[in-house]
C-alpha cells in the first residue's frame, strides 16, 4: 500500500498569508525522509484559508528542495485553464524534476459567484471536461496539432479527480483515480469503483489505479487526533455560515467561541465522521475501507492549526500506512 501526501497550504491565524507556501515546502521536505510517494499541492482562488492558487508555481519549488519524492497537484482545476497551458507547465516540471511529475486534474470551479466570474468560466458540463482532459493528454503525448514544449521528455501522468461522472469518465479515458469526501462513506462506494475497473479502457497500457484521499489525521490518542481535526472542521462548518473558507484557528480559540446549537451540532456531526484517531481505532476501518474498495494508494490530506502537532500525525501516518 502507498501512501502520499496532500497538502492545501493553509492558512492560520496571526501568521501572514504567504508563510502557509513556506510551511508547504517544509512538508514536503519533511514527507520526502518518512518514506511519502507522493507530495501533492492544492489549486483554489479567492479563499481566505488556502495560499495556494497556483499548483506549478508551488511544485517548482518544491522540486529544488527534494530528489525523490513524486510531486503532483490535487488537482489543477481544468475549467479554469486551457489544455495546451496546462500541459506546458506540467512539460516545463517534468523537464525540471524528471520522472517525478503527477498531473491530478478536477472538474471543480471557484469558491463563490464572484471567484468563478474573475476566473471567466461559469459551467463545464462532464463531456466537455473529458474532450478537455483528453487535449491536455494529446498535447503532453506529443499527438495534438500545437506542439507543447519543451518536447521529448516523458509525459508526466495524468489523475483525474472524480466522484460519480468522474469515475466513468476515468475509466472511458484509462486514468489513474483520486476519490475522496462523501464518496468515501457512500455505501455503494464499493461498486463504483468495481465500474471502474469493470469499464476501464486501457490507454498505452496503462491500468486501473484508485487513490482514497481523506483527511486523515494520527496522533497517541483518539481525544487528541480529535483535538487536531477541530480546527479544519470548524473552518468548514463556518465555511457553510459565512460562504468564506477562514485560516486555521487554535482549538483552544475555538472552545472558547459562543456557539450557537446548529453550528456546534455540525461541528460535532464532522468530528464524528473525520479520519482522525489513534493508529490503533484508525487502523481496523482503514482496513476495511481498502478491501471494500480495493484501493491501491491512501493520499492523506489532514492538516491543524499546530504545525509540530501536524508534523507529527504525519510521521504517524507514514507507520500506520507503512
Given at each position: 500500500?502507498?501512501?502520499?501526501?496532500?497538502?492545501?497550504?493553509?492558512?492560520?491565524?496571526?501568521?501572514?498569508?504567504?508563510?502557509?507556501?513556506?510551511?508547504?515546502?517544509?512538508?514536503a521536505t519533511t514527507a520526502e525522509s518518512l518514506g511519502y510517494h507522493r507530495f501533492w499541492v492544492a489549486e483554489h482562488h479567492g479563499v481566505p484559508g488556502i495560499a495556494s492558487g497556483s499548483p506549478a508555481v508551488l511544485l517548482a519549488a518544491i522540486g529544488q528542495r527534494t530528489q525523490r519524492i513524486?510531486?503532483?497537484?490535487?488537482?489543477?482545476?481544468?475549467?479554469?485553464?486551457?489544455?495546451?497551458?496546462?500541459?506546458?507547465?506540467?512539460?516545463?516540471?517534468?523537464?525540471?524534476?524528471?520522472?517525478?511529475?503527477?498531473?491530478?486534474?478536477?472538474?471543480?470551479?471557484?469558491?463563490?459567484?464572484?471567484?468563478?466570474?474573475?476566473?471567466?468560466?461559469?459551467?463545464?458540463?462532464?463531456?466537455?471536461?473529458?474532450?478537455?482532459?483528453?487535449?491536455?493528454?494529446?498535447?503532453?503525448?506529443?499527438?495534438?496539432?500545437?506542439?507543447?514544449?519543451?518536447?521529448?521528455?516523458?509525459?508526466?501522468?495524468?489523475?483525474?479527480?472524480?466522484?460519480?461522472?468522474?469515475?466513468?469518465?476515468?475509466?472511458?479515458?484509462?486514468?489513474?483515480?483520486?476519490?475522496?469526501?462523501?464518496?468515501?462513506?457512500?455505501?455503494?462506494?464499493?461498486?463504483?469503483?468495481?465500474?471502474y475497473r469493470r469499464e476501464f479502457r486501457p490507454h498505452a497500457g496503462s491500468v486501473p489505479h484508485v487513490m482514497l484521499s481523506m483527511d486523515l489525521l494520527v496522533a497517541g490518542s483518539d481525544a487528541e487526533a480529535r483535538e487536531l481535526a477541530l480546527p479544519e472542521i470548524r473552518a468548514m462548518v463556518?465555511?457553510?455560515?459565512?460562504?468564506?473558507?477562514?485560516?486555521?484557528?487554535?482549538?483552544?480559540?475555538?472552545?472558547?467561541?459562543?456557539?450557537?446549537?446548529?453550528?456546534?451540532?455540525?461541528?460535532?456531526?464532522?468530528?464524528?465522521?473525520?479520519?482522525?484517531?489513534?493508529?490503533?481505532?484508525?487502523?481496523?476501518?482503514?482496513?476495511?475501507?481498502?478491501?471494500?474498495?480495493?484501493?491501491?494508494?491512501?493520499?492523506?490530506?489532514?492538516?491543524?492549526?499546530?504545525?509540530?502537532?501536524?508534523?507529527?500525525?504525519?510521521?504517524?501516518?507514514?507507520?500506520?500506512?507503512?
Open positions: 500500500m502507498r501512501y502520499s501526501l496532500l497538502d492545501r497550504s493553509r492558512t492560520r491565524e496571526g501568521r501572514p498569508e504567504a508563510a502557509a507556501l513556506r510551511d508547504s515546502v517544509e512538508r513524486r510531486l503532483g497537484s490535487g488537482g489543477v482545476m481544468l475549467p479554469n485553464h486551457r489544455p495546451l497551458v496546462v500541459a506546458e507547465q506540467f512539460l516545463m516540471l517534468e523537464a525540471l524534476a524528471p520522472d517525478r511529475v503527477d498531473l491530478g486534474i478536477g472538474r471543480s470551479l471557484g469558491f463563490t459567484a464572484p471567484v468563478r466570474e474573475a476566473l471567466g468560466r461559469t459551467g463545464i458540463t462532464a463531456d466537455e471536461f473529458a474532450e478537455e482532459v483528453a487535449r491536455v493528454r494529446e498535447h503532453l503525448e506529443g499527438e495534438a496539432p500545437i506542439t507543447a514544449r519543451p518536447a521529448g521528455g516523458t509525459p508526466p501522468p495524468i489523475h483525474l479527480l472524480a466522484t460519480g461522472t468522474g469515475l466513468r469518465t476515468a475509466a472511458r479515458l484509462g486514468l489513474p483515480v483520486v476519490i475522496g469526501g462523501p464518496v468515501l462513506l457512500a455505501e455503494d462506494v464499493g461498486e463504483r469503483i468495481a465500474a463556518r465555511s457553510r455560515v459565512t460562504g468564506a473558507f477562514p485560516p486555521l484557528e487554535s482549538p483552544a480559540s475555538i472552545r472558547g467561541r459562543e456557539l450557537g446549537s446548529r453550528e456546534r451540532d455540525r461541528l460535532e456531526s464532522g468530528l464524528a465522521t473525520a479520519w482522525a484517531g489513534s493508529a490503533s481505532t484508525l487502523r481496523p476501518r482503514l482496513e476495511r475501507l481498502v478491501e471494500t474498495a480495493g484501493a491501491d494508494e491512501i493520499l492523506a490530506s489532514g492538516t491543524t492549526f499546530d504545525r509540530a502537532a501536524l508534523a507529527e500525525s504525519d510521521a504517524r501516518v507514514a507507520e500506520l500506512l507503512g
